[in-house]
């Protein structure tokens, strides 16, 4: 009969291996070596990676997170990354912009993604941009956008802005920009824009608060086949693709079409990251364990 003592070495492995063990079992829910919700992936050509699920801050404007309270909104972002969600969704003109920088504190800064917006045309926005770092209480914001592009003149109307992205991109204050299109128009100049590194699209197959051929943000589209067809030419160019709206802006209220269009987002080859707005730790639970099953497939 062997010996069934251990070493302190032997003890020692052991031990750790079963911590590790622990720890990813409060991260992943799916078997070691399958795709899951909290896997880092590539975005585009970036030469950034982020988590395939994004935690969204801007439900309805930013309201439904901002009716939990600041304490609530705080503990909801961290339960978030405890489940492994390192990308956080964020905008300046959401009402949750004042909680960010005290809603990721304390967390590892070099392990999240932290996507922001600027919308409108504003007179100064370096200002804008400098005073983005400064709520969020960090050195540098992952990526920026262009908020809410819709007509096919964007880069035009938003130059002044763009140009401060970029200047802001030289002195490493920002390491990716896109934009976010709420239009069919906008969102065909994106497609091929050589400026832009990261689009943010609204994918559902139901087709609810997708982009249509009014150039208006609030103006619904209902057909998901022409934003598929420019997502595909988006990945050509190597852009970096996340999907919005795959809850149809909260209208799923029915389970089954909630795991419709996660599975259909997930079946995208050319979508590298999706970005969900979440209330609660359920939601947060229910988003990851959808995705994962969808991905297991």
Not at 117 to 133: F, H, R, S
Request: aromatic share 6%; glycine share 8%; proline share 5%.
């Amino acid at each position: 009969m062997k010996n069934s003592s251990l070493t302190r070495r032997e003890f020692i492995t052991r031990t750790a291996v079963l911590a590790g063990t622990a720890w990813m079992g409060a991260c992943v829910t799916v078997p070691s070596g399958k795709r899951t919700a909290t896997d880092l992936v590539a975005l585009g050509r970036t030469g950034l990676k982020t988590s395939r699920l994004g935690l969204g801050t801007g439900s309805n404007g930013g309201r439904v997170q901002f009716d939990l309270g600041q304490e609530a909104f705080t503990k909801l972002v961290h339960y978030a990354y405890d489940r492994g969600i390192r990308y956080f969704d964020c905008a300046l003109s959401y009402k949750t912009y004042p909680w960010i920088g005290d809603a990721i504190k304390g967390l590892p800064r070099e392990k999240i993604f932290l996507l922001s917006k600027i919308g409108g045309t504003p007179e100064k926005p370096a200002e804008v941009i400098d005073k983005l770092l400064l709520d969020y209480k960090t050195d540098y914001i992952d990526c920026l956008l262009v908020h809410c592009a819709v007509t096919s003149d964007w880069p035009q109307e938003r130059r002044r802005v763009m140009d401060a992205i970029d200047a802001a991109i030289q002195k490493g204050k920002v390491r990716a920009k896109g934009v976010s299109c709420h239009a069919l128009p906008a969102l065909r100049v994106a497609a091929t824009s050589p400026w832009v590194q990261v689009n943010l699209v609204r994918v559902n197959p139901q087709a609810k608060h997708i982009d249509g051929e009014t150039p208006k943000w609030n103006a619904p589209g209902n057909d998901i086949a022409p934003v598929m067809e420019l997502i595909k030419q988006m990945h050509a160019n190597g852009h970096g693709i996340i999907g919005m709206k795959l809850i149809g802006n909260g209208d799923f209220t029915n389970p089954d079409d909630r795991e419709k269009s996660i599975r259909y987002a997930m079946a995208q080859p050319e979508i590298h990251a999706v970005t969900i707005g979440c209330k609660s730790p359920a939601e947060v639970d229910e988003a990851i364990e959808r995705i994962n099953n969808a991905l297991a497939v």
